[in-house]
């Protein structure tokens, strides 16, 4: 009998977590970062709050931080993860306006007065019934003139779409070292954990929870990124 493959555990890949995501998402560290690091200087205001919903190793946060700490007096940085492993990078990148805190999002009670929150590939993992309350708290949250941003993988619109999408996904993967039979064991191992929702439906939950302005400004194969303002 096959022994039946356990759910993938971001906190065993807590190590080397950056490589491993910047492998598995295409475009991500190359583009969409340094993109929120560019934004981030449009959006961050004096004596408020940014936070990073799901900010992991807290490299993104970081790095916020350092390309607005130098102009923009009082602000507080956060980082928020349900997984403890990730704590020996936070240790590292603690400092007197940067803090981590490991819990769950849709717990926290953080969200006020804040000028930018990011979310990257975070609500992907919360239940269906629970994406929209989250994504309305951080509007809530958000100062006038704020701004979510947010990257999701997604499904394609159609099943031929998304069949399209899979060859050159796996081939991106293969091609950062990853087996036929890693890739395959993490697809099953994610199946129970991921609740996706298509760009529209993504789109149309931002509108739902308040959000005015919203724009794609990031996309590779199924992973999308939006700008959402209040």
Not at 72 to 87: K, L, M, Q, S
Not at 126 to 143: E, F, M, Q, S
Request: hydrophobic fraction near 40%; charge should be positive; charged fraction near 25%.
């Amino acid at each position: 009998m096959t022994k039946p493959k356990k759910d993938f555990s971001f906190g065993e890949h807590a190590a080397t977590f950056d490589k491993h995501i910047r492998d598995s998402i295409p475009g991500y560290k190359d583009v969409l970062l340094p993109m929120c690091v560019g934004l981030s200087c449009r959006f961050v205001q004096p004596d408020t709050r940014v936070v990073d919903v799901g900010c992991s190793t807290g490299h993104l946060l970081a790095s916020i931080r350092r390309a607005n700490s130098a102009c923009r007096a009082g602000v507080e940085y956060v980082g928020i993860d349900c997984e403890p492993g990730f704590g020996e990078h936070w240790n590292r990148r603690r400092a007197k306006n940067m803090s981590f805190v490991a819990c769950d999002a849709r717990t926290y009670e953080g969200f006020d007065t804040v000028s930018l929150a990011i979310s990257h590939f975070t609500i992907q993992f919360i239940r269906h019934v629970d994406k929209l309350p989250l994504l309305n708290r951080i509007h809530a949250g958000l100062v006038e003139g704020g701004a979510l941003i947010i990257a999701e993988k997604t499904l394609a619109e159609t099943p031929r779409l998304q069949e399209a999408l899979t060859s050159p996904y796996n081939d991106y993967k293969r091609k950062k070292g990853f087996t036929a039979e890693q890739i395959l064991d993490k697809a099953r191992s994610l199946q129970g954990q991921m609740t996706l929702w298509t760009e529209a439906e993504l789109k149309a939950a931002l509108i739902q929870a308040g959000f005015r302005e919203i724009t794609s400004i990031w996309r590779n194969l199924w992973f999308v990124g939006m700008l959402a303002l209040k």
